[in-house]
């Protein structure tokens, strides 16, 4: 594994490791304040080096990362591990999936109860 520079555009080490599908999406979170590290909102310009700890709230999630090392270019899923520590807390992860499931069975206000098919399809669907 070759390390390339000790430092890098966050926006472009958010793009590398795979947080982001493009690198202006990882530029964009930067802009809006989802991107910060020791606490404070970051520019996209700003250069990331081994050892700090980057947070990206991405919907509902707030993931926590520990920069390892600076990615030569975009990785393979495989090799994001050694670039990056994944230290975000299990309970985020749950809470996105709860979330998610909990929308997916809210129902429209004033569509009444669900119809029997209804009921047979949410069953076989989590069941």
Request: aromatic share 6%; charged share 30%; proline share 6%.
């Amino acid at each position: 594994m070759a390390f390339s520079p000790e430092a890098e555009r966050i926006d472009k080490w958010l793009w590398a490791v795979r947080l982001f599908k493009t690198r202006s999406q990882a530029t964009d979170a930067c802009r809006a304040g989802s991107v910060t590290v020791a606490g404070r909102p970051v520019k996209a310009s700003r250069d990331v080096r081994p050892g700090e700890v980057v947070v990206v709230r991405q919907g509902l999630i707030r993931r926590t990362l520990k920069v390892r090392a600076v990615p030569p270019a975009r990785l393979g899923a495989r090799l994001v591990a050694d670039y990056c520590e994944e230290q975000t807390p299990p309970g985020e992860f749950a809470r996105a999936r709860a979330h998610r499931v909990q929308q997916f069975l809210a129902r429209a206000k004033g569509s009444g109860r669900p119809t029997k098919r209804d009921r047979r399809l949410l069953d076989r669907l989590l069941g």
